[in-house]
């Protein structure tokens, strides 16, 4: 075990009203399971924790609605909840879920204690809503209008827009769920916290860790008002009631103060599975780190409300906390909406052969500092044409070479020239990006998957540019070694990966005959000479590879066509035509043109064709160069896309 501090690593637990999409998936649980694998791989002690948020009153009103009680509804979506993750390869060290949990609620009971105890916690009369037929207390779930801050439509409580709170009787035209008729207002003696009061407690707190400057400017604006009175309990039969029950009879912690509480329950859970006796929720230490993941419309109650909670309830501790937050991730340029079906549920998608295509292009696309969009004909077309049509068929097409070339064993590096090296400190450089972009101070998933995706370009066009001279004898030197820098991209690739697409990154691993990487490199891994690999035939995405063995498809069955080479098919029957084959006469698409028996008239000709229904100048040394059909179609369509551009 290591001595460093334990790092606890929080995704804001979900509300069990219903399941995951990948709104949800794409925000605070792939962060928060892509920073622990990163921060393990570096030999930190760090944990993943979540559960289900088992006391909202979202799940109240999803129980009335499905006909059965708020504890059913809460298990049965807890349990949904918790497969989702795991077919996202997410598994949190620490799932808790709060209705069930062991002495959470005594737990909870105590937290609250503390804080009445404070004396800045305490009973208040406040204006509130009530429904005017039923006369029930409305909030949250219950109540909606115009936010008073932005006047974008809001739920009660918060604003998903501006970020900020609402108090319910403050919105603009109420309307009730219970009823039509309007609201209608009143008062509420509730335990309340002057939290306007707690300006400089709380900048003191933002200026002590990593707070992004979207929750310092939120926090800006919220203590501009000349009031901001927060509810700790409300009216409510769901939930646990403090025991403090003689002015707030009636009422329930409030679900959103009680998470400040489960997330030290959390760490306490799973201290007593670890034997870690220290890690207490009701003494906790300045040894912890906490990192926290959560979406904007969460910023106010974690980044705001929580530090002076503990401030409160523990006033010895300064608590060490980062911050991560993400947008709104929109569904074809609207919000994710269960209540409108416009969602795609992450089991709708998520499958061993899907996982780490959705992981990667959710790391890709997910919103950090801005909203962006989701769209199913986008992550299709990065499948087929980035993870099938250039990451996988380089890794198929490498093994093929290497088959061909050195019987499926790595070879040790020759002779190296400039181009080498050169190639050799881009890969440090990805290396280093990579590096700082899944580290805590920069994390950003998006720059991760750029970074893994410029590293396979870089060595797509590597293979390319030492293409030309991989048959010969003269070159067979610098041959190995610019085969071994492949490989080292492979290798190099498998580690790094494996914090985006843990699945992809171990299965890689196995075909280059290593174990799944456990520890991040500090500098561009050579793979050992000698080792036997397996990347031809493997399939990474969920499509077949070219079949690279002496088994082939008959003539004109191409099922598995690389996606990156749409002019293979065209290059086919230029060739034939070029040959001047018989009709149904195969043609060998894995042997260089050098062997397909072209003639130096027959070479400028082709050429020619090229050049004519292309556009496209190429030098006979690189027609002659390639490694095989498929490799000159791949350059042939580079070169005219980059005409195109």
Sequence with gaps: MSTSKPIFVFSTPPTPNGDLHLGHLSGPYLGADAFVRFQRMNGADAWHLTGSDDYQSYVVDR?????????????HYSAEIAETLALMDIRPD????????????????????????????????????????????LYEVDVSGGCPTCRAPAGGNICEECGEPNFCADLLEPRSGKSDAPPRSGSQRRYSLPLHEFADEVAEHHASGRVPVRLKELAERLFHRERLDVPITHPSSWGVPPIETTDVDGQVIWVWPEMSYGFLYGIQALGAR????????????????????????????????????????????????????????????????????????????????????????????????????????????????DLIGKWQHWLNDLGARVDKLYGGIAPAPGDWTPEHRAFQTRLGERLQGLTSSLGPDGFSLNRAADELHRLVEDA?????????????????DQTRTAIALE??????????????????????????????????????????????????????????????????????????????????????????????????????????????????????????????????DITGEELMGAADVTALAVLLDDRAEAMRI
Aim: net charge negative; glycine share 6%.
């Design 460 to 476: 797509r066009r590597f293979a390319r540019e030492e293409g030309p001279i991989a048959g010969s004898t003269r070159w067979a």
């Design 274 to 385: 670890l034997e870690q006796d220290g890690w207490r929720a009701d003494a906790p230490s300045p040894d912890w780190k906490i990192v926290h993941f959560f979406g904007y419309d969460n910023s106010f109650y974690h980044a705001i409300l929580y530090p002076v909670l503990y401030r409160l309830a523990h006033p010895e501790w300064s608590p060490d906390i980062d911050y991560h937050v993400n947008e709104f991730y929109l569904l074809e340029g609207e919000k994710f909406s269960t209540s409108r079906r416009h969602a795609i549920w992450g089991k709708d998608i998520l499958s061993p052969d899907t996982v780490d295509a959705v992981r990667f292009f959710l790391s890709r696309s997910r919103p950090e500092g801005r909203r962006t969009n989701f769209s199913r004909d986008a992550y299709e077309t990065a499948l087929r044409e």
């Design 94 to 137: 620490q799932y808790t879920v709060t209705n069930t949990a062991s002495a959470y609620r005594e737990g909870l009971q105590a937290f609250f204690s503390r804080l009445a105890a404070s004396g800045r916690i305490r009973p208040a009369e406040n204006e509130a809503l009530f429904d005017a037929e039923t006369g029930d207390y």
């Design 63 to 75: 129980a009335r609605r499905d006909g059965r009680g708020p504890a059913e509804t809460a298990a």
């Design 487 to 616: 490989l080292a991209a492979v290798n190099l690739l498998a580690h790094c990966a494996a914090p985006v697409m843990p699945r992809f990154s171990e299965r890689l691993a196995a075909s280059l005959g290593m174990p799944a990487p456990v520890a991040w490199p500090s500098q561009v891994p050579l793979l050992p000479q000698e080792t036997r690999l397996d990347l031809a035939r493997q399939t990474f995405f969920g499509a077949q590879p070219p079949d690279h063995g002496s088994e082939r498809s008959g003539p004109g069955d191409h099922a598995s066509e690389p996606a990156d080479a749409p002019l293979l098919p065209w290059l086919r029957e230029l060739l034939r035509t070029t040959l001047q084959l018989p009709e149904q006469a195969p043609l060998d698409d894995d042997r260089p043109l050098n062997e397909l028996g072209l003639e130096s008239l027959q070479t400028v000709a082709l050429q020619y064709q090229i050049l004519e229904e292309l556009g496209v």
